[in-house]
């Protein structure tokens, strides 16, 4: 279907996994995008990535549900251990129709939004820099010099987006109080639990989750003050010795692990925004609502802001008002989704043992159902 009353030029603002998600969804409803995005082509590395079954949906309505059946791995479980490797709770879904969780490699899930997308406009190594708007029209400025003019402006740039900081330069980035490593282990056949499973302990929390062609993601996180130079100078070999006393297979894949496959970021969220759209410029993905990442939910809201974007514009017919309904549909659910992880990961990140023991404790009396229902309330999406 093509609204033509919407004809006019939209610019995306960063090539990630909500521009791309973004330019498909709106293809899907006849609007062409051009994408600007500041990275060389080709130069995309990450690790793995947990996509929810709500992206799972979202991604199904962009049409590219098979490749990523094909290219990542289910399940319908999670499990908490403690140090010692003792089950702490299990979510367990029946979900029927989209797995509880789906692991993909980002460079996967990255292409095949860049395969579906094949003729769209992606125009690379365009580092937005700033832009001027006169309420209809936009001029954006990169770092090469180069000028461009669009109706629309769609900022998908990201936590550091350039365009929020110029639009609402009082909104700052939260530090959640931990740093993340994060690495791939190639060949993991003797590691791999065919699970996700995360451990929590006082010496900090360890995740695992398999990927495809015999490749395992894991994550680790501990405690710091931002910029902690400290740890920002750890390796393999000194979370190995942080990690040793933890349960198998936790220091063996962090010894099989190279450096080179390793990174490391410190976490921040958003402060909420009251708006997502200023005039005909609308913030998507992290740019908007940026969250930690302890329940795996940054990249499924932005596939999700993609398809309710779309949605949008086909029963407003148009964007400008599309983009308000937008808004006032992703407010409430995206704060709840930030809320909800930053808790989580105040629980999660407790690293005094006497009290971790006690939560540990009470999150086995819990019932896992009382766990489950939280998470099938953040993962539930009718669209
Ligand atoms: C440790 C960690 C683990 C995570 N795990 C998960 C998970 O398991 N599941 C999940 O759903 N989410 C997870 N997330 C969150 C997820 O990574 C983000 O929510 C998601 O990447 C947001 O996508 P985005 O496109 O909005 O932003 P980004 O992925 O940051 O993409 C922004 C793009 O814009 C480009 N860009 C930036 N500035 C400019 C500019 N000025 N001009 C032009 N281009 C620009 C960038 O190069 C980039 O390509 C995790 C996050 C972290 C930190």
């Not at 490797?85 to 899930?109: A, C, M, N, W």
């Not at 769609?154 to 994060?182: E, M, V």
């Not at 015999?214 to 942080?242: Q, V």
Request: hydrophobic share 40%.
């Amino acid at each position: 279907m093509v609204l033509n009353d919407m004809e006019g030029k939209i610019a995306i603002v960063g090539g990630g996994i909500s521009g791309l998600a973004t330019a498909l969804a709106l293809k899907r409803i006849g609007l062409t995008v051009s994408i600007y995005e500041k990275k060389a082509e080709n130069s995309r590395t990450g690790s793995g990535i947990v996509l929810g079954s709500n992206a799972l949906r979202a991604l199904d309505y962009l049409g590219v549900l098979p490749q990523i059946q094909e290219r990542g791995i289910s399940s319908n479980q999670y499990f908490i251990f403690d140090n010692h490797g003792k089950p702490i709770t299990t979510l367990h879904s029946e979900q029927t129709v989209y797995p509880l969780y789906t692991f993909i490699h980002r460079k996967d899930l990255i292409d095949i939004l860049l395969n579906a997308l094949s003729d769209e406009h992606i125009f690379y190594k365009k580092k937005l820099v700033f832009f001027t708007t006169n309420h209809k029209k936009s001029q954006l400025f990169f770092e090469d010099g180069t000028i461009v003019k669009t109706d629309y402006l769609l900022a998908c740039d990201g936590i550091h987006s350039a365009i929020r900081n110029q639009l609402f330069p009082d909104k700052h980035l939260r530090y959640a109080g931990y740093t993340c490593w994060r690495g791939v282990l190639e060949n993991s056949y003797d590691h791999c639990l065919p699970f996700y499973s995360e451990t929590w302990g006082a010496k900090g929390r360890f995740g695992i989750i398999p990927l495809t062609n015999n490749r395992l993601y894991w994550y680790a996180l501990k405690n710091g003050e931002p910029n902690d130079t400290r740890l920002h100078e750890w390796g393999t070999d000194e979370l190995l010795s942080n990690f040793s006393e933890y349960h198998h297979p936790i220091p063996t894949i962090i010894e099989n692990t190279l450096d080179k496959d390793v990174t490391r970021r410190d976490i921040y969220d958003l402060e909420s925004l009251f708006h997502y759209v200023y005039d005909r410029i609308l913030l998507l993905g992290d740019a908007a609502h940026a969250t930690t990442p302890n329940l795996g939910q940054g990249a499924c809201l932005a596939i999700e802001d993609a398809v309710f974007l779309a949605k949008c514009a086909e029963q407003d017919k148009h964007l400008e008002t599309a983009m308000t309904s937008f808004e006032k549909i992703r407010l409430a659910r995206t704060k709840k989704v930030v809320h909800e992880s930053w808790m989580f990961g105040k629980i999660a990140q407790i690293d005094i043992p006497f009290i971790c023991s006690v939560r540990n404790m009470v999150m086995k009396w819990t019932p896992a159902s009382f766990h489950q229902s939280r998470l099938q309330v953040l993962q539930n999406l009718t669209l």
